[in-house]
């Protein structure tokens, strides 16, 4: 019967162990696809949001406020496809010196915890550099 007791004992632990590893998994997967999607989208905004007449004439890096916020969207919804939540916060947005700050918030559900966040602040700022002209 002892003998019974202690290899339910291991199977029971083996299980709850397989569960704690399965949940840390999916937390540090999570993490990853966000800062990859946070990162892919902000840089492909900069590019495509970058005010290249003004460059050209004024020789300054600037962007659109309302542009880098609906590329902002548009392109996160592309770029991350889990089936959790995204929240982004936009921290602040200079037109000039072009610069992005970002927070972005995942929440999804997970096996052993009710709800499961992972954050990720990024800020991105472009400067032209003086010595190319």
């Not at 010196?97 to 972005?104: E, K, L, N, Y």
């Not at 709800?115 to 010595?131: A, K, L, P």
């Amino acid at each position: 019967m002892s003998q019974s007791v202690k290899i339910y004992g291991l199977i029971f632990l083996a299980c709850v162990c397989l569960l704690l590893f399965l949940d840390f998994d999916r937390k540090l997967i999570m993490e990853d696809s966000l800062f990859e999607s946070v990162r892919t989208t902000q840089l492909s905004v900069m590019d495509e949001s970058l005010n290249r007449g003004d460059l050209i004439v004024n020789h300054h890096l600037t962007v659109n406020k309302n542009r880098v916020m609906r590329l902002w969207n548009e392109k996160i919804a592309e770029n991350h496809s889990t089936l959790s939540q995204l929240e982004v916060r936009f921290v602040d947005i200079h037109e000039d010196p072009a610069a992005i700050a970002v927070s972005v918030r995942e929440s999804g559900k997970a096996a052993m915890t009710a709800e499961m966040d992972s954050q990720y602040d990024n800020v991105v700022i472009i400067e032209r550099n003086e010595g190319a002209e």
